[in-house]
């Protein structure tokens, strides 16, 4: 089993920067890729930006230029750096691990605010 555990959110201005972060515990050994993905009011669950073991990284064409994604093995750590955020950019963060099996786990989400 893996446990993550999100923080970071909260509510910014529009062009303000938000750091999310997702802690992972357990069975972190096994830990494949990383990701965030995010949800609005009404709308699908969207992926935002992946990292894969290697450090490889994938965005959403909506946060390419503003988004980065970046992890820290020796932490168990996925990061989510956020500037020149938009009030479309408003939603509930979720971080998801993906272990070598193929099983993934979710973070509980948390939520992102961007005022015009």
């Known amino acids: 089993q893996v446990q993550l555990v999100e923080s970071g959110g909260g509510l910014v201005q529009a062009g303000g920067s938000l750091r999310l972060s997702c802690a992972a515990s357990?069975?972190?050994?096994?830990?494949?890729?990383m990701g965030w993905f995010r949800q609005a009011p009404g709308k699908e669950r969207e992926i935002v930006a992946s990292v894969g073991s290697g450090g490889s990284t994938n965005y959403a064409d909506s946060v390419k230029g503003r988004f980065t994604i970046s992890r820290d093995n020796a932490k168990n750590t996925v990061y989510l750096q956020m500037n020149s955020l938009k009030p479309d950019d408003t939603a509930v963060y979720y971080c998801k691990l993906v272990v070598y099996s193929g099983v993934g786990y979710w973070g509980q989400g948390t939520q992102v605010t961007v005022s015009s």
């Open positions: 357990g069975r972190t050994f096994s830990m494949n890729a």
